[in-house]
């Protein structure tokens, strides 16, 4: 639907304002009964009520109508290009299929063939990793066969990235012409992926500055030296805003560097490319690289070049939301990440296989497997629901266009602080940079830790009777693809679960709570299974002996052979059961009885060691149970 200027009824006196009204009047209603209250005593309006905030501190409304629409974004390929960089964008082929190769032990022409039979079965694009199992020297080799003017080649070459260029650059040039000559456009620019800035801040070997400046000034237009890495942010838990101001900067500072030697500003725009990092959070996503397009043409409307300011961006799937645990999720982690990519418009989009958190050594499914079903995630997306064939889909949603404005202005904010500061350089040598990604990631962890941000198969559905991967597995950041500051969401949980995996290796049998269910099932099922879900996710087997009364306690406890208990029953069930349960577990061995639930529902003064509830620091409760577990079972078998 595209925006229109709002028409003089639907001004905020008019009947929009009205019907607004109705709905906020009504929504309100609806609260006050859920929280049986009435709506004087709400507090607050039914839009504040039913508002989210994100990490990054942007709002999300419940509702988006006429009132919030902007003003018209322009065309896909024009200024100020929130609606795409390119403006003749295939749509048959949609974005390009980016697939990366190079990160194992192949060696060139094990690449090469793997490379050839990627592009015949739908892979448009490559990302080639250059300095382990290949070198600058093994170029000519590893690219034999592909069409350098019809497939986008974007390079991670590290320390070799100077040799690796030029390397490329005489591939380019003795490569024969095309029987029909083909203009290069956004869908064919080829990068040397030089990112030393982003680098500097992650740890990953990078180039030399000056000498990536040099080679930049001297590069054909058919070529983009610069790749600003916003992964090297966000993988370390940067959120979107703080990622986006970030990567700004660092391809402001580019863009400074390429002037001072002699560089147009148009030309020196042309020199820088984006790496985005794509989320979980498909309107997030969707906004982020709308938004990313959009601050980097007022940059280039700043520096007087606008019509140079077309960001070309690269989506690759946020490494740092894999889960290790139950991989076979991280399928359709990727699956929304592509679709927020793509439907965001980027120019290329690269899915990271389902198990690439997982070290290599560590890893139950085949390379060709998992490059496979990465490949066909994105093939799916584009040959079957078409997702490719609309430029800027998104556009026109009041939701989106709103969103995308906060990102920006929330990104142009920090930017502007960085900018005060000195510059990317002066932010990155003073700390500031490093401070701010680890408060971010701070609120990120605290949020996964109370479970408010669900990761599915670790904080939420654990699968315990998983096969381990084996012990401290999420100690290993050693990852292909991965950096030195590599922060994945649900390493915390993982932690617990390799504790528990070691317990289990060395004595047969998981750290165990018993539960003492109150009452009829229908009564307590609710709380047995948060718990048994609780525990799980730190690795902790839940006994449920079924149905107990105080007087069958005692018979329970003995055979679950485990010191903690908890009690799980409803709030009338702790009323007229609760005292006599406790003191009947009090009356065993165990050394901890806990309830579940709050603890204002417990009737007596003499209460349980604590309550697993829903808003609990899990994390930490689950390291406190599983080690008073493995102590007392070390205790006890010494």
């Known amino acids: 639907m595209s925006q229109t200027t709002a028409s003089t009824s639907d001004r905020p006196d008019g009947p929009l304002a009205e019907a607004y009204q109705s709905w906020s009047d009504a929504a309100a209603a609806v609260v006050a009964k859920s929280r049986r209250t009435t709506v004087e005593e709400l507090g607050a309006t039914a839009e504040e009520l039913l508002s989210t905030d994100t990490i990054d501190g942007l709002r999300i409304r419940p509702l988006y109508t006429r009132k919030d629409e902007t003003a018209e974004a322009g065309l896909p390929g024009s200024f100020p290009f929130v609606r795409g960089a390119d403006p003749d964008r295939d749509v048959v082929m949609g974005w390009r299929v980016t697939e990366r190769f190079g990160d194992d032990t192949a060696g060139a022409a094990e690449v090469n063939e793997s490379i050839l039979e990627a592009l015949a079965n739908g892979t448009s694009g490559l990302w080639l990793r250059i300095g382990d199992a290949l070198g600058a020297d093994d170029l000519a080799t590893v690219l034999d066969g592909v069409y350098l003017d019809l497939i986008p080649v974007t390079l991670d070459a590290g320390i070799e990235g100077i040799a690796a260029a030029r390397a490329l650059l005489a591939l380019r040039e003795k490569a024969g012409a095309a029987p029909q000559a083909a203009e290069p456009t956004p869908a064919t620019v080829t990068s040397f992926g030089f990112s030393p800035l982003t680098a500097a801040f992650s740890g990953r070997p990078t180039v030399d500055v000056a000498e ?19 992964t090297d942010f966000a993988t370390a838990g940067a959120d979107n805003g703080l990622e986006l101001a970030l990567v700004v900067a660092a391809a402001v500072t580019h863009l400074r560097d390429l002037t001072a030697v002699g560089v147009s500003a148009a030309d020196a725009l042309r020199q820088i490319t984006f790496a985005v990092s794509a989320g979980d959070d498909q309107f997030a996503t969707i906004a982020k690289f709308r938004a990313l397009r959009k601050l980097w043409a007022r940059v280039a409307e700043v520096v007087g070049a606008p019509d140079a300011g077309a960001a070309l961006t690269h989506g690759v799937t946020d490494l740092s939301m894999q889960s290790q645990r139950d991989p076979w999720v991280n399928m359709l982690r990727t699956t929304i990440a592509a679709f927020g990519a793509g439907v965001g418009g980027a120019d290329q989009v690269t899915v ?3 198990d690439a958190a997982i070290p290599a050594d560590r890893r139950t499914s085949s390379a060709s497997f998992s490059r496979r079903i990465a490949r066909n995630t994105q093939l799916l997306l584009l040959e079957e629901s078409n997702i490719g064939r609309v430029l800027d889909p998104a ?14 202005a929330n990104a142009w904010s920090v930017f502007g602080e960085i900018e005060t500061a000195g510059g990317y350089r002066a932010v990155l040598d003073s700390g500031w940079i490093a401070d701010q990604v680890s408060a971010t990631l701070a609120r990120r962890d605290d949020s996964v830790a109370h479970r408010r941000i669900a990761v599915t198969g670790l904080n939420e559905f654990p699968n315990l009777d998983e096969k381990p991967l084996g012990t401290d597995v999420a100690d290993i950041d050693d990852v292909p693809g991965g950096s030195p500051r590599l922060a994945r969401v649900g390493r915390a949980f993982e932690e ?29 099922n609710g709380r047995t299974t948060f718990v048994a879900n609780l525990l799980a996710s730190g690795g902790i087997s839940a006994i449920n002996p079924g149905p107990l009364t105080p007087d069958a306690i005692a018979d329970a406890v003995r055979d679950g052979d485990t010191s903690i208990a908890v009690l799980c029953a409803s709030k009338q069930r702790y009323a007229d059961d609760g005292a006599a349960a406790l003191a009947a577990a009090r009356a065993t061995d165990l050394s901890t009885v806990l309830m579940a639930g709050p603890d204002k529902e417990w009737p007596d003064e003499q209460k349980p060691d604590g309550s697993l509830r829903i808003g609990i620091d899990a994390v930490t409760t689950l390291r406190e149970l599983l080690d008073q577990l493995t102590h007392e079972s070390a205790g006890a078998s010494s």
């Open 352 to 354: 990271l296989g389902f």
């Open 212 to 230: 990536a400046t040099a080679l930049a000034a001297e590069a054909p237009s058919t070529v983009r030296s610069f790749r600003v890495d916003g």
């Open 395 to 408: 556009g026109g949603s009041w939701f989106v266009e709103t969103l995308t404005e906060e990102m920006a």
């Open 496 to 524: 617990l679960r390799d504790r528990s995996d070691a317990v289990l290796t060395e004595t047969g049998r998981r750290p165990s709570v018993l539960l003492l269910p109150l009452g009829p099932v229908a009564e307590h």
